[in-house]
């Protein structure tokens, strides 16, 4: 009101007020404001820019039947939540236990997830259905992790649970989406012969927990299951066993629940009873038999000189050649590759290669339907492949006379700077049947002057078209190695031009040295340097607790152990029907940082670090994957340097040290 108003201007305003008009106003004030209203939604159906976005998961608000209802067997089972919401994955991540032989159908509609089963229920039996993270708003995509639905066919509910984590035997990765199983019959049989009694998957950290576990003894084990078995009944699956029994127990302990009353001021303190299950920190080794499948891929006979037998996986024995239409007796130079899943014959003789079909029996070892090596024989017709000619050049009028000599291919293998303890290589196209070492020079340069030395070519005893250079190489010194003409002699007749090569080593002021103490572990392990993509460049065995590293080039690198059961020198699988266990890996759960011209000593408790927490985060290649965003929303990086801790790696090491102790 104005304060400037007089009575007599209130009075005469009082005097005309019209109150159809009023009402007739205000009414048309009302429309037009619900419609403008109504228009603006319309046009906005989606939320403001710059708003807050939705984080929060669905919220579980009623089902059919209720959770954790006893003494039903529903074929059918509806669960509603609070917004609209999608599923993710459904087949991979939604698991029932028991398992189901045949999978339960689970489907969204609208702001409903429907379960229906196709089994018939078990009685007396508590079901579990463990969504993972499946359900998601229908917005965002926001999961709502860890939603477990249970439920009974008997009188009460099964509320043990056993959890833990899987690794790979091999390298401690965090092994994602494979079934953990129980059961409690103990016979050894079980896990071949009878689906597991309960299961549960791994998250994406490796992390499992099996829910509503009937109190009872029981073994463990983890599955890759192929062919959806819930068994270990195909050779080729991935598993892992405990070596002991586990018998679930739970405690109740107090814990501080606060009640805020703001972000900043809590309001009060409770003291709640909460259930913790036992064993949760369970670690199961995944590991694969390697007795894989082994037969025939194919026979090729790209280059009319060779035939070669693709295995698919290694052989070790050379198949058995019987020539229909040539004399196979001592007719070619069999050649593994380094993995021996492919042989190749080099065909010495020209009257048998210069033959357009090669007819011929091959015997081998193949895989039968028993999973046992049994020896066929097959007839095969191989048909040669003639490469295009190259179009001649042709001739200039002063090179009538000239003479094109051809040589035998080489690819020498030397680079003009070698590390200290390289050996030059030099790889022929062909087999060598004939080498004159007489033609072989190795001169090393000091000053101005060339002092010839000691050296030999010697054929590796694995790739034999391959041959590398045994001399003792002085570092820091400059070499020049010369193989005269006609040194070597291929299969083909053809002979080697000549090859020259200079190259120096490396001083012994451009590498570091590197001596790992590994405490209690005294010898029948091996220790492995790896790089940033957990591939080993480096390997020495334990010897009296030390393993040593001589000569590396400077830079970052990570460790791993192998405690060598058997002593040959690499990493063993195990195999579930010895009882055996694969060989045990740990790694250094920090860097290791050799600088040029230094000897650094680094002692290592492998023990000193559970084994789920040794694998550094920065060579696992199963990290935990980010909280999906909106592509609106700007994701934030903590620059602060701060760390945080996972469950699997990453972390501090105490007693950790890195020094320069001089050499060793």
């Given at each position: 009101l104005r304060s400037d108003w007089s009575s007599d201007v209130c009075s005469s305003d009082l005097m005309n007020f019209n109150p159809q008009r009023f009402i007739l106003h205000l009414i048309l004030s009302i429309v037009v404001t619900a419609v403008s209203l109504t228009l603006y939604a319309c046009a906005n159906m989606a939320r403001p820019g710059g708003g807050a976005f939705d984080e929060e998961p669905p919220v579980f608000v009623k089902s059919?039947?209720?959770?954790?209802?006893?003494?039903?067997t529903p074929k059918k089972i509806e669960i509603e939540f609070d917004e609209y919401i999608k599923l993710d994955k459904a087949v991979e991540k939604v698991v029932v236990s028991p398992p189901q032989m045949s999978m339960a159908q689970v489907r969204s509609n609208g702001k409903k997830v429907t379960v229906e089963f196709k089994d018939t229920l078990q009685a007396n039996t508590t079901y579990t259905i463990d969504f993972g993270d499946a359900i998601q708003d229908n917005n965002e995509g926001n999961p709502l992790k860890d939603f477990v639905f249970t439920f009974s066919t008997g009188d009460h509910i099964d509320s043990l649970q056993i959890g833990g984590t899987v690794l790979n035997a091999a390298d401690l990765e965090p092994i994602t989406g494979t079934y953990v199983g129980i059961t409690s019959d103990l016979a050894d049989s079980t896990f071949t012969t009878k689906p597991f009694m309960r299961v549960a998957k791994t998250n994406e950290k490796g992390q499992f927990v099996v829910r509503n576990v009937a109190p009872g003894s029981y073994r463990v084990f983890a599955l890759k299951d192929i062919n959806n078995s819930f068994t270990f009944d195909l050779p080729t699956e991935d598993i892992a066993f405990l070596d002991s029994i586990v018998i679930p127990t739970s405690e109740i302990k107090l814990h501080a629940d606060t009640v805020w009353r703001d972000?900043?001021?809590?309001?009060?303190?409770?003291?709640?009873?909460?259930?913790?299950?036992?064993?949760?920190?369970?670690?199961?080794?995944?590991?694969?038999?390697?007795?894989?499948?082994?037969?025939?891929?194919?026979?090729?006979?790209?280059?009319?000189?060779?035939?070669?037998?693709?295995?698919s996986a290694p052989e070790d024995s050379i198949p058995v050649i019987e020539g229909l239409n040539f004399d196979a007796t001592d007719w070619a130079i069999p050649e593994f590759t380094v993995n021996k899943d492919t042989v190749s014959f080099w065909i010495k003789d020209s009257m048998v290669y210069n033959i357009d079909t090669l007819k011929m029996t091959a015997g081998y070892y193949y895989t039968d339907t028993l999973n046992n090596l049994s020896f066929r024989t097959d007839t095969l017709n191989l048909f040669m492949r003639q490469k295009p000619k190259?179009?001649?050049?042709?001739?200039?009028?002063?090179?009538?006379?000239?003479?094109?000599?051809?040589?035998?291919?080489?690819?020498?293998?030397?680079?003009?700077?070698?590390?200290?303890?390289?050996?030059?290589?030099?790889?022929?196209?062909?087999?060598i049947v004939d080498y004159n070492p007489e033609g072989l020079w190795l001169e090393m340069q000091q000053d101005s002057v060339y002092i010839l030395q000691a050296a030999e070519l010697i054929q590796d005893s694995i790739r034999p078209r391959e041959y590398y250079l045994n001399a003792r190489l002085q570092p820091g010194a400059s070499y020049v190695l010369t193989v005269d003409s006609a040194s070597f002699t291929g299969m083909s007749g053809l002979h080697t031009n000549t090859i020259s090569k200079n190259f120096k080593v490396r001083t012994v002021e451009e590498y570091a040295n590197l001596l790992i103490s590994t405490g209690s572990v005294k010898d029948s392990a091996f220790v492995e340097l790896l790089d940033k993509a957990d591939k080993p460049v480096a390997k020495a065995p334990v010897k009296n607790g030390e393993a040593k590293f001589i000569h590396m080039k400077p830079g970052t690198y990570y460790a791993r152990i192998v405690l060598d059961r058997n002593g040959n020198g690499k990493f063993d699988t195990g195999n579930y029907a010895l009882n055996r266990q694969p060989e045990e890996v740990y790694y250094y759960p920090e860097t290791l940082n050799l600088r040029a011209n230094w000897d650094v000593k680094q002692d290592w408790d492998i023990f000193a670090q559970p084994l789920i927490k040794q694998k550094p985060l920065e060579i696992t290649k199963n990290k935990p994957k980010e909280k999906k965003r909106n592509d609106q929303q700007k994701k934030t990086t903590n620059t602060t340097g701060s760390s945080t801790s996972l469950p699997y790696g990453g972390g501090s090491f105490s007693g950790s040290t890195q020094q320069n102790t001089g050499k060793y």
């Open positions: 059919t039947p209720q959770e954790g209802k006893t003494n039903t972000s900043l001021t809590f309001d009060t303190i409770r003291i709640i009873e909460v259930p913790h299950y036992y064993p949760d920190n369970l670690v199961l080794r995944s590991f694969n038999e390697e007795k894989k499948m082994v037969y025939r891929e194919k026979t090729e006979r790209v280059d009319k000189r060779k035939v070669t037998f693709i295995f190259a179009p001649e050049k042709k001739k200039r009028k002063n090179d009538k006379d000239t003479v094109q000599i051809e040589y035998l291919s080489v690819n020498d293998q030397i680079p003009g700077t070698l590390d200290i303890g390289q050996k030059p290589r030099i790889t022929f196209d062909e087999p």
